[in-house]
């Protein structure tokens, strides 16, 4: 038995997106049906490519994203093939379609005819822009979208380029993003079936959430180089006597401790150094008293000594390292991939549900139209059924209780809140979410700063916020009795956290069998590295991720600010739904046992698997496409403007040719053209040199080339497609007044999840939580807070015990 036992889905197009999104449904045991064009989908040609037999040459990240799958040659595109896709759609239980959504509007694979004929049907439309908006049918490439969805501007050499990274990496975060909205559809089946359409643009753009919370208030972050993000310092990599080591410093202490660790305690209290401020204007001195001192060991060594310090420092591994590590071998987190004559590793998916309800441990791709012959005739329809009433949202009727902090967690709660779960998110008054902020000064309590922090603003909207002093018997046992009402429990403490409350998973089973309990620990809950303290540039970092990206002369190179963070979070919901539809399987709850680190691990995919198949991985090569040629970020007219283009094909080439003045034979081909890509890079930045780079992404997508700008965070609040399709809303908060939220990623039969409540005050919903769900009086309410135990205003760290 498995999660999705009884499924059947279809794939029709080709995406990264699409293709991971699909693995999720294969892996947990859906009868998931690729239909492909003649001579297979094009991701069969994508980096790295390896010998599978008889002659061939297959994609290993394909293998990978296609595991489990089946695989019909039937073209879209041709009025039988698009009959006979038909036919299976009406046999199955989801399609997800990559497909254009101007070719989704006519003949019989139009989702409004599939959805009238069969509307129990959940149908998901992974675009790379939705609908709606100008860039509805841009051309798209991993690069372009990461560059309209803001994850390109802010990353690199303050000179420029900025930093454009490999295809995969996008493709697994919006494959996430198709799948949380597509699976609690059909967690939600007896309502009726639902059209789900998810904007890349828009996933994407949830990866740098964080600074957009900055930008919406006038003080958006700028580039300041490799590895360095403006927010903390160091929060670097460097190296050491064998390799690389990740290192991470967000609180002072962390910093006190880094300098002890190094044996530098004379600098801790230096002036130049004191502060994340001084430290990031004197980087550069900073690193040269740094480096010298971090090459005197091995990476091990000094993980092992700032691991007992309990710092954020950590292996910074190549591939070959990484598939070697102890802690994910004891996890069985590399699985077997085969296609054709080919046996190689790749990461298992991170939703680790144990038992019959684990993920598949490897596979077998499908070689194109291997299972023509079983297919040749459409299995039975499945029963019409209907479709979810209006306003009803797929997760109504589930309580989930949400005892986690800072971005990954409530970024993964507020998934669960916005498709209509009841989310309770529990703070103290002495210990609320630290991303109301951490500096416990004056301010903080007597101007209640903490309820003007836009990073936790932006993060806890539509959910239930209350007080609850967990260090004492009295509020433990409020806890318990909520959770005892509860579908689901997430965490994202350190390891100790709990078990020092007296709240350990066992004893929340206790309190209700039933409960679906997604811990979010950095590194899982049952190793040595268990009790590693991480953020989400440490996750990043502790993958080998870096070592994949950025220029060869530079060190390892981060792709993004605490890039773990809105990854972990995707994981996170994607394992809380798919625990929730195991639960719905089997009557029973379940402890999963995830590890943040091995949904990184599937960003590095490409690189894993290459390893693993071939004994090495490709030289990095910047900006520059393995596959295509020529791909970049060029400079335009103004300040600080970039065009992100990629050229997929030798006709497209043509077309960018005419325009640069590079008609040259030699250039005819992707080979050609990869040889000489300096010299077609320096026409394109002479050609764009007076151009703007708006004008000029349109003039190149009407000639079918993709491009997009390289969109600064402030710059995407008027981006053309994102504000025609609504994705910035205002709401009006209690201490800010009207502030900017981004919508969800995907719309729900045409429409956004509503925002139904701004992020919750300090114990906002106290008196209805308490009195609704544990039947409290108001003098019950009256008597814990003059015990100190609930409470809606932030107090000095000390809790019941202090305030008695």
Not at 69 to 98: E, G, M, Q
Not at 238 to 247: C, E, N, S
């Amino acid at each position: 038995m498995a999660v999705f036992d009884g499924i059947r889905v279809l794939e029709i197009g080709s995406s990264t997106a699409l293709s991971y999104c699909g693995k999720i449904f294969a892996d947990f045991g859906a009868e998931v049906i690729k239909a492909e064009p003649q001579g297979g989908d094009p991701l069969r040609q994508m980096h790295p490519v390896i010998d599978i037999g008889g002659g061939r040459q297959e994609s290993a990240w394909f293998a990978w994203a296609s595991t489990n799958k089946r695989s019909v040659t039937a073209d879209w595109r041709t009025a039988a093939d698009a009959a006979h896709l038909a036919a299976l759609a009406a046999s199955c239980d989801v399609v997800l379609d990559a497909r254009k959504p101007a070719d989704t509007r006519s003949g019989p694979l139009a989702h409004d005819a599939l959805t009238a004929a069969h509307p129990g049907l959940v149908l998901t439309a992974v675009t790379a822009f939705g609908t709606g908006g100008p860039y509805e049918n841009y051309e798209a490439s991993e690069a372009v979208i990461r560059a309209l969805g803001g994850l390109v501007e802010g990353m690199g050499a303050v000179e420029g380029p900025p930093m454009v990274t490999e295809d995969g990496q996008t493709g697994i975060k919006c494959g996430l993003a198709a799948f949380i909205p597509t699976a609690a559809s059909l967690f939600d089946r007896t309502s009726g079936g639902r059209s789900v359409e998810l904007s890349c643009q828009d996933a994407v753009a949830h990866a740098v959430e964080l600074d957009m919370s900055y930008a919406s208030r006038g003080t958006p972050r700028k580039r300041s180089g490799v590895n360095l993000f403006g927010r903390h310092y160091p929060a670097s990599i460097y190296k050491t006597a064998d390799g690389w080591l990740g290192v991470s410093t967000v609180t002072h202490a962390q910093w006190r401790g880094m300098c002890e660790a190094f044996g530098l305690g004379d600098i801790a209290e230096d002036p130049l150094y004191k502060t994340h401020d001084v430290r990031l204007q004197n980087a550069a001195q900073l690193d040269a008293t740094l480096e010298p001192v971090i090459a005197t060991k091995t990476s091990e060594e000094w993980f092992w000594i700032c691991n007992k310090l309990k710092l954020p420092v950590v292996i910074v591994p190549r591939m070959d390292q990484l598939l070697q590590q102890k802690v994910h071998r004891e996890r069985a987190a590399f699985v077997p991939v085969r296609i054709g004559d080919a046996s190689f590793e790749g990461p298992i998916l991170p939703a680790r549900l144990g038992g019959d309800m684990e993920p598949a441990h490897g596979g077998t791709a499908p070689l194109a139209g291997g299972d023509d012959a079983a297919y040749a005739t459409a299995p039975e329809a499945r029963p019409a059924g209907q479709r979810a009433p209006k306003g009803r949202m797929p997760l109504e009727g589930i309580r989930i209780v949400d005892l986690s902090m800072g971005w990954a967690g409530p970024f993964c709660t507020r998934h669960l809140a916005d498709l209509g779960a009841e989310v309770i998110k529990v703070e103290g008054c002495s210990y609320p979410d630290w991303w109301r902020g951490t500096n416990y000064n004056r301010e903080f309590y007597e101007e209640r700063t903490y309820e003007k922090n836009y990073a936790y603003l932006m993060m806890n909207r539509n959910k239930k916020g209350v007080t609850i002093d967990l260090t004492v018997p009295e509020g433990r046992q409020m806890l318990l009795d909520i959770v005892a009402e509860a579908d689901g429990f997430i965490e994202n403490y350190s390891s100790e956290v709990l078990p020092k409350l007296g709240l350990t998973h066992d004893v929340l089973r206790q309190a209700n069998p039933n409960l679906v309990i997604v811990p979010m620990a950095a590194f899982g809950l049952d190793n040595e590295w268990s009790a590693t303290r991480a953020y989400g540039g440490t996750l990043e970092q502790a993958t080998g991720l870096p070592t994949l990206m950025g220029n060869p002369e530079d060190p390892p190179t981060m792709g993004a600010y605490a890039y773990g963070d809105p990854v972990g979070g995707y994981n996170a919901a994607t394992t809380m739904i798919l625990g929730l539809l195991a639960r719905q399987k089997t009557g029973q709850g379940l402890t999963a046992k995830f590890s943040q680190i091995e949904g990184m691990l599937t960003l590095c995919a490409g690189g894993i698997t290459e390893q693993s198949a071939t004994g090495k991985v490709s030289e990095r090569i910047g900006n520059r496409h393995r596959s295509f040629a020529p791909q970049g970020a060029y400079a335009c007219k103004g300040e600080n403007s970039w065009l992100v283009l990629t050229v997929r094909s030798d006709a497209e080439w043509q077309a960018l040719a005419g325009l640069i003045g590079l008609d040259d034979p030699a250039l005819a081909t992707v080979e050609g053209r990869r040889a000489q890509h300096d010299r077609i890079d320096a026409a394109i930045n002479g050609w764009l040199a007076g151009m703007t780079s708006d004008e000029e992404m349109e003039k190149l997508q009407s000639l079918g080339i993709a491009a997009g700008v390289a969109r600064a965070t402030p710059d995407m609040l008027t981006d053309p497609n994102m504000t025609a399709r609504n994705t910035w809303v205002t709401v009006n908060r209690a201490f800010v007044g009207d502030m900017i939220l981004q919508n969800t990623a995907y719309r729900l039969n045409g429409a956004p999840c509503p925002i139904n409540n701004p992020s919750p005050t300090l114990g906002e919903f106290n008196e209805d939580v308490f009195t609704r769900v544990l039947g409290l009086t108001q003098e019950d309410l009256q008597g814990l807070e003059a015990r100190g135990i609930i409470g809606t205003t932030a107090v000095p760290k000390g809790g019941a015990k202090a305030a008695a």
